[in-house]
C-alpha cells in the first residue's frame, strides 16, 4: 500500500554534522572530508540500488566535472561556508511506493528531482535505497534520499545561497513569500509526482499529502521515530515509543469521551487530565499483559513507564505556563523578528 512520506532535513556546523558523511552514506562510497580529515567509507552497503548527481539543464554543454565528482561536490560545499552555525546542506526523504517497477521508482525519483534543480537552482544528489535487510523491517520500505547543496551550481563553482535559505525578511524584499510555503509546494508536487507514476503504472493505490483533517479522515495521527522502532524491532526497550503511544491513546481517549458527551448533550467536558490518566493507565496494563509472555528476566517497567509519562506531561505543562509568562514580558520588536525557517 502506497504512503505518503515527505521528510525535510537539514545538516550542518551547529548539529556536528557533515555533508561529506551524509553523501559517502547514501551513496554507499568511502570519501575523504578534506575539512577534518576524517574518512568515511560506506563501500560495503548492497542496498544502494540507483545514485546519481542531477545539475540544472542550462549546464548541460558546460564541462561540469567538479560538480559530477562526488568527494569533489561535497567538499566543496563544505570548504564554501565559513561560519560555525553554517548550514552546508538539505535533505529530502521520500517513501516510494512498493507497487512500482524498480525502473518506474528511478523514473518516479529522477522526475521530481528535476523539478526541484530546476527550480532552486542546486546540486542534487540522488540515491534510491531498497529494504534493509533487517529483522522485523518492512520489506516494502523502498525510499529515495535527495542531497542538496545550500548553494546555487555555476560552471565554476558553487554560488549565492539559494532562495530557499533566504531569511522571510530577504523573501519580502525579492517578492517571495515565507519560505514555508516553499515546504508546502515539494508536499503537495511529491503527492502529485507519485500519483501520476502509480496511474501510468495502472495501480488503484494513492497517496494524499494533506492532514488527516483536511483528508475527512477521523483519526488521531501518531509518528513514532524511525530510530524508536528499530529499537523495539532489535528487542530493545524504546521510551520514546512508549510515550509517543500513551500520548496518542490519550488523545484518542479524549476525543471519544468528548463525541460520546457530545451525543449525551453533556455541556461539561471531562477533565483531559483525569482522560489522560485512565488511558495511561490502561497503556500500562496493556503493557503488563504483553509482559506476560516474555521470560521473567525481563524488568517489569509499566509502572515506571506510566510515571515518567506524567512526570513528562507535569514538565510539558511548566515549560509552556514558563513560555507564557516570557512571551507577555518580552516586546513585540521580538515577535516580528521570529521566521519560519524550515530547519525548526
Known amino acids: 500500500m502506497a504512503i505518503y512520506f515527505l521528510n525535510l532535513k537539514t545538516f550542518g556546523r551547529s548539529t556536528g554534522s557533515s555533508a561529506v558523511s551524509a553523501a559517502a552514506y547514501r551513496a554507499g562510497e568511502r570519501i575523504r572530508d578534506e575539512r577534518t580529515g576524517r574518512i568515511y567509507d560506506h563501500s560495503s552497503r548492497q542496498d544502494v540500488l540507483h545514485k546519481e548527481i542531477m545539475l540544472p539543464n542550462q549546464f548541460t554543454a558546460d564541462k561540469m566535472s567538479w560538480a559530477q565528482d562526488r568527494s569533489n561536490l561535497w567538499n566543496r560545499a ?3 561556508e565559513v561560519r560555525k552555525n553554517a548550514r552546508t546542506a538539505r535533505e529530502y526523504l521520500v517513501a516510494l511506493p512498493p507497487e512500482l517497477s524498480p525502473q518506474a521508482r528511478i523514473n518516479l525519483v529522477t522526475g521530481f528531482s528535476r523539478e526541484l534543480v530546476e527550480r532552486y537552482r542546486f546540486a542534487l544528489d540522488i540515491a534510491i535505497h531498497a529494504p534493509r535487510d533487517f529483522p522485523g523491517s518492512d520489506p516494502r520500505n523502498f525510499h529515495a534520499h535527495l542531497l542538496a547543496t545550500t548553494r546555487e551550481v555555476t560552471s565554476e563553482g558553487l554560488g549565492a545561497k539559494t532562495a530557499l535559505e533566504w531569511r522571510d525578511a530577504v523573501r519580502r524584499e525579492h517578492g517571495l513569500g515565507p519560505a514555508v510555503v516553499e515546504l508546502l509546494h515539494v508536499r503537495e508536487r511529491w503527492a502529485v509526482a507519485a500519483n501520476t507514476a502509480l ?4 495501480v488503484n493505490a ?3 499529502h494533506r492532514t488527516l483533517k483536511a483528508q475527512g479522515i477521523d ?18 526497550r524504546s521510551e520514546v515509543a512508549e510515550r509517543i503511544r500513551a500520548e496518542h491513546q490519550a488523545k484518542v481517549a479524549a476525543r471519544l469521551a468528548r463525541a460520546e458527551q457530545h451525543e449525551q448533550g453533556v455541556a461539561a467536558p471531562k477533565h483531559s487530565e483525569d482522560t489522560a490518566m485512565e488511558s495511561a493507565e490502561r497503556w500500562a496494563q496493556h503493557r503488563q499483559a504483553e509482559k506476560q509472555a516474555h521470560p521473567k528476566g525481563h524488568e517489569d517497567t509499566a509502572k515506571e513507564s506510566v510515571q515518567r509519562w506524567l512526570q513528562y506531561r507535569e514538565a510539558q505543562k511548566e515549560a509552556q505556563a514558563q513560555g507564557r509568562e516570557q512571551t ?7 515577535k516580528r523578528a521570529r521566521d519560519h525557517d524550515l530547519s525548526r
Open 78 to 80: 563544505e570548504g564554501a
Open 199 to 202: 496511474e501510468q503504472a495502472q
Open 206 to 208: 494513492r497517496i494524499d
Open 219 to 236: 483519526r488521531e495521527p501518531m509518528h513514532i521515530p524511525y530510530l524508536a522502532l528499530e529499537m523495539e524491532r532489535r528487542g530493545y
Open 328 to 334: 507577555d514580558l518580552a516586546p513585540a520588536s521580538s
